[in-house]
Every structure is written in structure tokens, then in C-alpha cells.
């Protein structure tokens, strides 16, 4: 009996040996890790807009570096480019945004995106196509878009505390889908947020306006969407929930209609 258990004992000891070493080698690879670029292709575009595409990475497997941080670059032939963050762990998102030139007007720009992380590389590439027009008539459609945005501003003040929206909230914006018509697209980023901005074209009571909101840095899918049924009617409705997109407002088909 008392031999047996020796034989257990041991048994145990080198199964135990053998999995710690199992787990050494493992951890001594560095883990592998995939990026995802959203979205894949980005038409029609302007020069001068600024197109922002999201970064993801996941971990592939196990081993040293798993859930940490990749170095995300991205280059763009005929683009001014620029990304933040520069790293990005499992769970958070980078932008990558991408403003045609002049010259590139006409052409279709190909968008390289490189993460790296402890020796391993992954790269994708996306496109982005640039119509033959630049921004004219951005200005008007600038300042119509900041007064349908600031419309939905003070309720989401008053009802939505916990975004942190306010009248002192500052944003960035560019045009998007520019060239559509009936119904106008605008995007505004603020500090924490992506805003997208549409307004239906047209009169009482048909004249209805939608904005989705999208936490810059942690999500790649708005999280909320609100409508005023009419902005021209007085009294003017107050904003209502809708369902949001299902995705960021970049290129075709519109995610809803």
C-alpha cells in the first residue's frame, strides 16, 4: 500500500511537472493578436473630410503580452493620416483618421493599418474612394448641421446627465455622405463622443431630425440614437430614444433609411 501511494505521489508530482513546463514554453511565446479596421471600404469622400476609421485588436492565443497593448501606425498615399491612441489594449478602440488632398480627387486611396506588439505584426488595409469636388457649400451645410446637433444639446443636458453633454461641449465636425440629398449627414466629435448628425429635408410635418451617439475610444457601434419628429414645428417636440445603427455612419448602404 505503501508503495502504491509512492507511485501516486510521483505520478501526480511529474503530471503537475509536466504542465508548469507546458505553461513556461507557452508563456515564453509572444501571444498572438488580429486587427480589425471598420469599416473595410469608405465611399463616396471629398478632399478635405475627415474620414475616421476604428481600430480593434484581439488576442489570438496565450502566451507573453497577452492583453496587452499593440502600437498602431497607418499610412495613406495622397492623405494627411493620423491615429489615436497609438496603443490600444483588448477592448479599446483607436482612430485612424484619414483627410484627402486635393490630388487625390478622383482616385481611390488605399489605407494601411500596422499593429505591433511584443515582435508580432498584423496589417490590414482599407480604401477610401475621393469624389472629383472638394468643400463647397460645406459652410451652409456646416452651420445647419450645428443647429439641428444643438437642437437635441439641452435635453440631453437636462434627461441624459451621465453622458457629460452640455452647452460648453466642444466639437469637431465633417461632412459624410456628401453627396446625398433630401436627407443631410454631418458628423461631430467631442472629446468622449461621436455624433452623428441627419435632418430630413422638407416641411412640417415631415421634417424630422436624428443624432447617434458612439463612446469614442471603447465602442465601434453607436450605443444611442434620439429623434425630434419635427424641428420646424412649434412648440417643437422634445427628442425621443429610437433604436441606433447598427453601425458608425461611413459609407454605403446607410446602416437605416
Known amino acids: 500500500m505503501k508503495r502504491f501511494l509512492v507511485l501516486v505521489v510521483a505520478s501526480i508530482i511529474i503530471a503537475v511537472g ?15 493578436f488580429s486587427l480589425q479596421v471598420i469599416p473595410e471600404h469608405i465611399e463616396p469622400s471629398i478632399p ?9 485588436v484581439a488576442d489570438e492565443g496565450h502566451g507573453s503580452g497577452e492583453g496587452g497593448a499593440a502600437n498602431i501606425s497607418a499610412t495613406a ?29 478622383g482616385e481611390t486611396l488605399t489605407v494601411t493599418v500596422r499593429g505591433e506588439r511584443g515582435g508580432l505584426e498584423d496589417t490590414e488595409t482599407s480604401t477610401l474612394v475621393v469624389m472629383e469636388w472638394g468643400m463647397e457649400g460645406d459652410d451652409e451645410l456646416a452651420s445647419t448641421a450645428a443647429e439641428m446637433r444643438d437642437k437635441f444639446i439641452p435635453w440631453l443636458a437636462a434627461d441624459h446627465p451621465e453622458f457629460g453633454i452640455t452647452s460648453e461641449t466642444e466639437w469637431t465636425g465633417t461632412i459624410v455622405y456628401p453627396d446625398i440629398l433630401v436627407v443631410s449627414y454631418y458628423l461631430y466629435f467631442s472629446e468622449d463622443w461621436e455624433m452623428g448628425v441627419r435632418w430630413h429635408v422638407t416641411i412640417v410635418p415631415d421634417d424630422w431630425a436624428e443624432i447617434y451617439l458612439r463612446k469614442r475610444f471603447t465602442e465601434t457601434q453607436p450605443s444611442h440614437s434620439f429623434k425630434i419628429d419635427s424641428y420646424e414645428m412649434d412648440p417643437q417636440p422634445e427628442p425621443h430614444a429610437i433604436d441606433p445603427p447598427e453601425s458608425v455612419w461611413r459609407t454605403w448602404p446607410i446602416p437605416y433609411s
Open 18 to 32: 509536466l504542465i508548469a513546463g507546458a505553461l513556461f514554453l507557452t508563456r515564453g511565446e509572444p501571444c498572438p
Open 48 to 56: 478635405g473630410q475627415r474620414c475616421v476609421f476604428l481600430v480593434v
Open 77 to 105: 498615399p495622397g492623405a494627411a493620416v493620423t491615429v489615436y491612441p497609438q496603443a490600444i489594449t483588448p477592448g479599446q478602440v483607436a482612430e485612424v483618421t484619414v483627410v484627402p488632398d486635393e490630388a487625390s480627387a
